[in-house]
């Protein structure tokens, strides 16, 4: 098991501000050749499960709470991280779910390697237990919003409301509030990055898209990755919002692949400079 202290002294091969500010690459090649431009599963496709506490109404539009430190406005989503070395990024969004992120969990601890789950609200209001399991392991939580909406077709109070609630949830659950973000669908608009860095959260993207939603096959997620490897790469997967079996399944094949070749699978480090 990958306690935290182990996470913390493995902290030392993660990645500095320097090498972060280097990794915003708008409008890169490499975006174009993996990631589409609306990335990620467009929501008239994946529709969204409907559930009891979905339905419940927002919270209030109080002034954001922040984190110490200051948060650059970005204009556009980070799509990677520095290259020191092999290092790549496994992201599992839409979580946690009881059915598969425990599985994950496991996956990840007995190659003990750390990867980043950004999850909605709602979804870890109901599965707390499993959001201090992933910080108590050593993984980042980052916010995808609480009930992953299309952020572009919200006002800005809405959206707002959104983040605040999820980050809210989160240090709720593990004691610590998230430092990244995540778009739905990967729809970004300027509200979004103004207040992500008000609630002290840098944006990120991916580079890798296993499309696992689309429920393609374990083999064809694991080629995905497999094939999209390389320094930098940042991998998108689901462990919530639909069947996952594949996810999990594709995990255990690919992740011992990766180290094997000589990838450092980790987590990126947010420093205030
Ligand atoms: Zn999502």
């Not at 994946?46 to 954001?64: A, D, H, K, M, V």
């Amino acid at each position: 098991m990958l306690t935290r202290r182990r996470a913390l002294l493995a902290g030392a091969a993660t990645l500095g501000a320097a090498g972060l500010a280097a990794a915003l690459a708008p409008g890169s090649a490499n975006r174009s050749a993996s990631a589409p431009p609306a990335a990620g599963a467009p929501p008239a496709r994946r529709p969204l499960r409907p559930s009891e506490y979905r339905l419940q109404p927002l919270t209030g539009y109080g002034p954001p709470r922040t984190v110490p430190g200051r948060t650059p406005v970005r204009k556009e989503p980070l799509l990677r991280v520095p290259d020191h070395g092999r290092t790549m990024v496994l992201t599992f969004d839409d979580g946690p779910d009881p059915r598969y992120t425990p599985d994950i969990l496991d996956t990840l601890a007995r190659y003990e390697v750390r990867a980043m789950f950004f999850v909605c609200g709602e979804m870890a209001d109901y599965n707390q237990d499993l959001v201090a399991r992933m910080a108590d392991e050593g993984h980042v939580v980052g916010n995808h919003t609480w009930t992953h909406p299309l952020l572009t077709s919200l006002r800005r109070g809405r959206i707002r409301s959104e983040m605040e609630r999820t980050s809210d949830v989160v240090e709720k659950a593990c004691g610590i509030r998230p430092e990244w973000f995540r778009a739905p669908y990967g729809a970004w608009n300027r509200a979004a990055f103004q207040l992500g860095a008000e609630l002290g959260m840098e944006p990120l993207a991916w580079t890798v898209d296993t499309l696992d939603w689309t429920e393609p096959g374990t083999r064809t997620i694991v080629t995905r990755v497999e094939d999209g490897a390389a320094p930098g790469v940042v991998v998108l997967s689901h462990d919530a919002g639909g069947e996952r079996s594949q996810t999990v399944r594709a995990l255990r094949s690919y992740l011992p692949y990766l180290l094997d070749s000589g990838y450092h699978v980790t987590v990126p480090r947010r420093e205030y400079v």
